[in-house]
């Protein structure tokens, strides 16, 4: 029989982490008080890390951080003071999102195991190979895999494989989603997001609010995938909801079956939002996906019995020999290995021997340990004492010793000392832009004249004649089942007299070989290191993560780009989202939009062959306020009269004439 998958539960508090050990998972994730996707979660301060990470030993379960936001240059040095910490308190891996923070960990700690955030946004198994030439040991896989994709993935995957199983969805790509940053100045890549997506649009309606994952339908199904780890989302919920639902999930698997009826109705109870969904595994991607907390629920939620602490014991045999003339021995045995202590020689007694049951009594004290006796073998001779004090303290050394069994060598530094790389030149004089519709393409030269490049997404790029078009933009996801497909296109787009393309995600890189390659901005590109990186692996120039101010793209400097023009991509989305909110033909006519309750409109364009991209509802403008370093344009719903009035308006300097967003100065 194959072993198991990991169980790994979330904790955004220390009693939530008790829950998770006591519902039986095999490893909880927590964040500290800095640098985790989760800033609104309760967390964990430094000391409270190194008491959970003892906790987790004592038990047997692994105990992972998460560093899972996006860095900026003057945080780098902090990043990895706080992770040789982490490493001297023996945690045992960080699940982490920036590339650029991860190589600097690896070259200054590289005994920390490295996880790769599903904020790295990892979808095939090209990804899952170069994380792997990192030192990478495990890829948190994206959420909107099929079956199908995750088995391929898990197959051809050099490193393991972690998938979500059960909790909430986000409706755009982990580490793609710019909603909350652009509308009310909080980032979900910076672990603040606000969840606009759950607030009704215009129409009273909630188009972009999923219901919660739920796998244990499909237990049998996922552990033929291969996965290493089955991960249960929740860090902002109780220490009730986390040991519910781990204790529903730890049976399904110990018992390789999928959930009965009652079993489905208490993860239901214990929280959803109009029942659950497996849309995404079951390539079901519709309506059917989407539902709201009730007002029931909520009630339901809330008579949840109150968890009351750790009743989990684990099991460990004692042996105790008690020979004259010989020093008292316990040996402790169980899953961790075996250990013996040795104390002080037994007395011969005068009037009160110790017995053997007076000693299996004092040896069988565990109390609030984690561990309970068995079985207690003891090897006595008769007329011996030995001060109960001294049976004790020996008892809580084996123990001790024993809890410490699986805990690996952390020799990692007690300081880190960082160094930035040499800020290069800004590249001042570099332009390029990105139009998302052939049929959109100004026939004016001075447009073509006034860029290096111009790109045309690949699918875009296929139907166009025009041959002042040199750039191609790969899709933003390509799994598996999709790679061989797009590889054609490419190829078909090269034989059209394709030379660039702009690439968004490390996973695709293979694709474009023979290309000139350049960073599109959902590689979240927010420091130096990363930048760095990215261009160790070929990229050519790189556009910043449109959530840099000028002062934090000034900090990264060289081949970079800023977005200084255009409605910018906020959400990419797995679903035909466009249906939702407009009906049946509007994703094709490109006449799709959100609006949102304050009567703002999101326009709504497919990215081939069934993805959404939701884009803001007004442009980022930067014409009266250039940024130092390249710039990248992306034009959307503009015509070709609007465009040309751009190119006008950055070469004269002109202030807007309509509602902007403007890049940050600081």
């Known amino acids: 029989m194959t072993k198991l998958p990991e169980l790994l539960?979330?904790?955004?508090?220390?009693?939530?982490?008790?829950?998770?050990?006591?519902?039986?998972?095999?490893?909880?994730?927590?964040?500290?008080?800095?640098?985790?996707?989760?800033?609104?979660?309760?967390?964990?301060?430094?000391?409270?890390?190194?008491?959970?990470?003892?906790?987790?030993?004592?038990?047997?379960?692994?105990?992972?951080?998460?560093?899972?936001?996006?860095?900026?240059?003057?945080?780098?040095?902090?990043?990895?003071?706080?992770?040789?910490?982490?490493?001297?308190?023996?945690?045992?891996?960080?699940i982490i999102a920036d590339m650029g923070a991860a190589d600097m960990i690896r070259k200054c700690i590289p005994t920390m195991r490295l996880?790769?955030?599903?904020?790295?946004?990892?979808?095939?198994?090209?990804?899952?190979?170069?994380?792997?030439?990192?030192?990478?040991?495990?890829?948190?896989?994206?959420?909107?895999?099929?079956?199908?994709?995750?088995?391929?993935?898990?197959?051809?995957?050099?490193?393991?494989?972690?998938?979500?199983?059960?909790?909430?969805?986000?409706?755009?790509?982990?580490?793609?989603?710019?909603?909350?940053?652009?509308?009310?100045?909080?980032?979900?890549?910076?672990?603040?997001?606000?969840?606009?997506?759950?607030?009704?649009?215009?129409?009273?309606?909630?188009?972009?609010?999923?219901?919660?994952?739920?796998?244990a339908n499909r237990i049998p199904q996922l552990l033929a995938t291969g996965a290493a780890s089955l991960k249960i989302e929740g860090r902002m919920k109780s220490p009730e909801y986390v040991h519910g639902v781990a204790k529903i999930y730890r049976r399904l698997l110990d018992e390789r079956r999928n959930a009965t009826s009652d079993e489905a109705q208490e993860l239901a109870e214990i929280f959803s939002r109009d029942g659950f969904t497996t849309g995404y595994f079951d390539k079901k991607i519709n309506s059917s996906m989407l539902g709201t907390r009730s007002e029931d629920a909520r009630k339901k939620s809330r008579e949840l019995e109150p968890f009351e602490g750790i009743k989990r014991k684990v099991a460990i045999t004692i042996s105790a020999k008690l020979k004259r003339g010989e020093p008292f021995e316990i040996t402790i045995c169980g899953e961790k290995g075996s250990v013996t202590e040795k104390g002080?020689?037994?007395?011969?007694?005068?009037?009160?021997?110790?017995?053997?049951?007076?000693?299996?009594?004092?040896?069988?004290?565990?109390?609030?340990?984690?561990?309970?006796?068995?079985?207690?073998?003891?090897?006595?001779?008769?007329?011996?004492?030995?001060?109960?004090?001294?049976?004790?303290?020996?008892?809580?050394?084996?123990?001790?010793?024993?809890?410490?069994?699986?805990?690996?060598?952390?020799?990692?530094?007690?300081?880190?000392?960082?160094?930035?790389?040499?800020?290069?030149?800004?590249?001042?004089?570099?332009?390029?832009?990105?139009?998302?519709?052939?049929?959109?393409?100004?026939?004016?030269?001075?447009?073509?004249?006034?860029?290096?490049?111009?790109?045309?997404?690949?699918?875009?790029?296929?139907?166009s004649n025009d041959d002042r078009v040199k750039g191609i933009l790969l899709p933003a996801v390509i799994t598996e089942s999709e790679k061989e497909s797009v590889a054609r296109d490419i190829g078909a787009a090269k034989a059209k007299g394709a030379l660039h393309a702009l690439v968004g995600n490390y996973g695709h890189l293979p694709l474009a070989d023979g290309l000139v390659i350049h960073g599109d901005f959902r590689l979240n590109i927010t420091n130096s290191e990363s930048?760095?990186?990215?261009?160790?692996?070929?990229?050519?120039?790189?556009?910043?993560?449109?959530?840099?101010?000028?002062?934090?793209?000034?900090?990264?400097?060289?081949?970079?780009?800023?977005?200084?023009?255009?409605?910018?991509?906020?959400?990419?989305?797995?679903?035909?989202?466009?249906?939702?909110?407009?009906?049946?033909?509007?994703?094709?006519?490109?006449?799709?939009?959100?609006?949102?309750?304050?009567?703002?409109?999101?326009?709504i364009l497919r990215e081939e062959p069934h993805r959404n991209i939701l884009f803001n509802s007004v442009p980022t403008y930067a014409a009266d306020r250039q940024p130092k370093g390249g710039q990248h344009f992306i034009f959307t719903t503009e015509n070709e009269r609007e465009m040309l009035d751009v190119i006008d308006a950055f070469e004269k300097r002109l202030p807007p004439k309509y509602d902007i967003r403007r890049i940050k100065e600081k």
Do not use: W
């Open 9 to 94: 539960a979330p904790a955004g508090s220390f009693k939530a982490l008790e829950a998770a050990i006591d519902a039986g998972a095999d490893a909880v994730y927590f964040g500290g008080e800095a640098f985790g996707a989760r800033a609104f979660a309760k967390n964990f301060t430094r000391d409270e890390i190194a008491e959970a990470a003892r906790l987790c030993r004592a038990y047997s379960v692994k105990s992972y951080i998460t560093l899972n936001t996006l860095i900026f240059d003057r945080e780098m040095r902090d990043v990895l003071e706080y992770t040789a910490f982490l490493e001297n308190a023996g945690i045992d891996a960080l």
């Open 115 to 215: 996880h790769a955030s599903t904020q790295f946004s990892g979808h095939n198994a090209d990804a899952a190979r170069m994380l792997a030439s990192h030192g990478f040991e495990r890829m948190v896989a994206a959420r909107e895999l099929s079956c199908e994709d995750l088995n391929i993935l898990c197959k051809e995957s050099p490193i393991e494989i972690e998938t979500f199983i059960h909790g909430a969805l986000c409706v755009c790509h982990s580490g793609q989603c710019l909603l909350s940053s652009m509308i009310g100045g909080r980032s979900g890549n910076r672990g603040m997001c606000a969840q606009p997506c759950r607030l009704p649009d215009k129409s009273g309606k909630y188009p972009l609010s999923l219901k919660d994952l739920s796998m």
């Open 344 to 463: 002080g020689i037994p007395e011969d007694a005068i009037n009160a021997p110790l017995s053997r049951e007076a000693l299996e009594k004092n040896l069988t004290k565990l109390g609030a340990t984690a561990y309970y006796c068995k079985k207690c073998d003891i090897d006595i001779d008769d007329g011996l004492i030995l001060r109960v004090s001294e049976i004790n303290a020996l008892r809580r050394e084996a123990v001790e010793k024993y809890s410490c069994l699986d805990e690996r060598e952390h020799d990692g530094p007690t300081a880190v000392f960082y160094k930035p790389h040499n800020k290069e030149k800004a590249d001042v004089k570099a332009r390029t832009a990105l139009v998302m519709r052939a049929n959109k393409l100004p026939a004016a030269d001075e447009f073509y004249n006034y860029f290096d490049v111009v790109f045309l997404p690949l699918a875009e790029f296929l139907k």
């Open 531 to 603: 930048a760095n990186f990215a261009f160790e692996h070929g990229f050519e120039n790189l556009i910043l993560s449109p959530e840099l101010t000028q002062a934090q793209a000034r900090d990264i400097g060289g081949k970079v780009r800023n977005i200084v023009y255009g409605r910018l991509p906020i959400m990419l989305l797995e679903k035909c989202f466009a249906k939702e909110v407009s009906g049946c033909n509007a994703c094709n006519s490109d006449r799709a939009q959100l609006i949102d309750r304050m009567g703002k409109r999101f326009p």
